[in-house]
């Protein structure tokens, strides 16, 4: 007999597991409260190792998950953990949704359960529909830094959902880094600044490494000093109060070198690149969206 989980974790791929990890360090979920379905046996073997409960169907794992008490359409009130009953965690390529949907189905009908869903360009509706039943849907994205728990997370209420249904949700996220709420409608605008922003300063570390050689220094060496220099300076944006334009100007020195390359950076229009490049990806993210 298996005791029953809070959360079951649909997808055991590098966000799932961070996530799952998350909740484990910050002590939210103890290990047997977490179920996670995964095909891949190796990895299911891995995430065994971590004392939480592995298994291949997402069938299976909804039979693992603590009973709901009640409608969740009443709920009205904040609650503690298990209040809404065992939670669902879709943390599959959006791709799969249909066939993962229609796996789920059958389970989420014959009991409701909120299901959160970390689905890039999958609007709430669609999940919602997907999958059929009446469950709470809440869309949440957060970014590649989750694996060093220092995620940007964003979250919204969608499909059905109420602000108490999302206080699992919100606990699993904050475990991992910092959450923000806002509109569905600015899910895709979001996703373009956050969910793609470390490839953004990846750009640009590449672009360094790359100037480095150009002006002399071996490859090895070149990249020690991008990686150190980015990483101080994200540490000391972090740290500040200042905004990001008031640092910049503190570098910049009348007349010198900083000054120099910013001017030659401006004269490429490339602050104007960036915003066009987010643009592009929210747009992009409507048209993943639609029919």
Known sequence: ??????????????????????????????????????????????????????????????????????????????????????????????????????????????????????????????????LGTACPVIRVMPNTPARLRKSMTAMCLGAGAKPPHSGLAYDLFASIGEVVKIDESLMDAFTALSGSGPAYVFYLAEAMVRAAQEVGFDRITADRVVRQTIGGAAALLADSHEPPEALRAAVTSKGGTTEAAVGELDRARVMDAVVAAIVAGRDRGRELARP
């Open 1 to 130: 007999m298996h005791k029953h989980a809070l959360l079951a974790i649909i997808g055991g791929g590098n966000m799932g597991r961070a996530i799952a990890l998350g909740a484990l360090d910050a002590k939210l979920l103890a290990p047997g409260e977490i179920v996670i379905c995964e095909p891949d046996a190796p990895k299911r073997a891995t995430m065994a190792g971590w004392g939480v409960q592995v298994v291949g169907k997402g069938a299976e794992a909804l039979e693992r998950l603590l009973p709901v008490p009640g409608r969740l359409a009443e709920i009205e009130t904040s609650m503690a953990l298990a209040a809404c009953g065992g939670q669902v965690l879709l943390a599959v390529k959006p791709q799969s949704l249909v066939a993962v949907a229609a796996e789920l189905q059958p389970g989420l009908a014959a009991m409701p359960r909120v299901v959160v869903s970390i689905l890039a360009g999958m609007p709430t509706e669609k999940i919602a529909e997907a």
